[in-house]
């Protein structure tokens, strides 16, 4: 590990885990305020009838203190799981060069091990130490976002049951009756049949150049660990020489490990190689999120799930 970075307060960081927990992400887990954690801290405090000051007020911490056997932090020992790989080195920029790696995976275990605890490698480093040496047997202290269940739908492959695991997505979420995506907060919101707020996840919703695109959708169908099909023709950033490309699947593809496809052509919801990213650049037009929340979205939605995408 390197140093990087200023140290992380605990107490933010548990507020960013138990809220990541409870289903109201407040994206990459680095143990600073800011405006994801406003957002999640809305979000929850609006499911739970609260005043939304965004801020880890007393009525919102007397809450959340209810929750007082969990940790910022957990310790695990680094096994096979982890440590394994295959892991393909930096990713190259082009396109056409990233055609040629045999998957989109993790390029180090410490970005694979940043990704499952939905966290940043600079945060890691600030709960260990610069020194510490990931190999085989060694113990180091990760953002507390351990899963609860592990049995997911039997129906789910093998490969897309492990990518799960991976990103430390519990098998055990709230069905989602309805989306709405709010283009000016910069979140995604599910709610259950009745109308309550179940979750809510920070986006990244568009650019000027592909706006999100108003209106009411329809989830169509769910692709797991899908390749990546790269063309030029509908990117207005492309340049003139660039040609079609098929990217193998993994989670550092341009979609991430996930594509919820909609009822709109070329759009869907789906994840990505750079969490640290998601409300803080723009994207073709689509609803992106963090690989582990498209993971976890995933498994709260089903063909025919309405989409609501508002200004």
Known sequence: MAATGAPPSPETLRIQVLLDRLGFGPGVLDGHSGLSLAKALKGFQSANDLPESGKPDEATMKLLDTHKDVSATAEIVLNDSNLSGPFVGPIPKKESDQAKLPAMGYADPMEALAERYHTTPALLVSLNSPTTKLVMGAKIKVPNVVPGSGAYPEQLKPEWKATLASLSVSADQPKAAKLVVDK????????????????????????????????????????????????????????????????????????????????????????????????????????????????????????????????
């Open 184 to 311: 000016s907060d910069g979140v995604l919101r599910a709610y259950d049949d009745a109308g309550k707020l179940i979750a809510q996840f920070p986006v990244t919703t568009g650019s000027q150049h592909d706006p999100l695109p108003i209106g009411t959708w329809k989830v169509q169908g769910t692709s797991y660990l899908p390749p990546y099909h790269y063309n030029p023709k509908l990117f207005w950033d492309a340049g003139g020489n660039e040609k079609a490309a098929v990217l193998k699947p993994g989670p550092n593809g341009p979609v991430g490990v996930v594509w919820m496809d909609l009822d709109k052509p070329h759009y869907g919801i789906h994840g990505t190689p750079v969490p640290e990213n998601i409300g803080r650049t723009a994207s073709h037009g689509c609803i992106r999120l963090t690989n582990w929340d498209a993971a976890r979205l995933s498994l709260m939605v089903k063909p025919g799930t309405p989409a609501v995408f508002q200004p």
